[in-house]
């Protein structure tokens, strides 16, 4: 089993370090095509949702920016891409499923990423406990 972890700064400019460095471990472990691609934008969705969502508001502004990691678990037949950070918690069992009618109207903007998450990989596991967030992303993988 290969294990991996990398800080990032919670700012838009993380998200492509993100999808480099998660495409770019999974590639050099074997993990076949369709699973590192589901991978890679699963992690880009999550990285994206504690970018814009866990540090908005009053910890927008917070100097210096603060961090997040992602440690990466490759196993023979599984994935675990585990984001540890120090945001604001929020409630997964409550994210309903997007209303694509409202986003093509222009009423609503986004609310995909908890969706995309969810069809893209077989296990998340989300816990928040004395300001410290983990959010595990498990995928079943073949070579």
Do not use: W
Not at 46 to 60: D, L, M
Not at 104 to 132: H, M, T
């Amino acid at each position: 089993m290969i294990r991996c972890k990398k800080v990032f700064t919670a700012e838009p400019a993380a998200i492509p370090r993100v999808h480099d460095f998660v495409k770019e471990i999974l590639t050099e472990n074997g993990i076949g095509d369709q699973s590192t691609n589901d991978l890679v934008l699963a992690c880009d969705e999550a990285a994206t949702n504690i970018v814009e969502h866990a540090f908005e508001g009053n910890n927008a502004a917070l100097k210096p920016r603060p961090k997040f990691v992602l440690a990466l678990h490759c196993g023979k037949d599984k994935v675990t891409a585990t984001f540890f950070d120090s945001g604001a918690s929020f409630n997964m069992q409550a994210v309903e499923p997007p209303d694509i009618r409202k986003n093509l109207n222009g009423e609503k903007r986004g609310g995909y990423g908890v969706f995309l998450i969810r069809k893209l990989v077989d296990k998340i596991v989300y816990s928040a406990r004395q300001r410290l967030n983990v959010t595990r992303l498990v995928k079943e993988v073949q070579g």
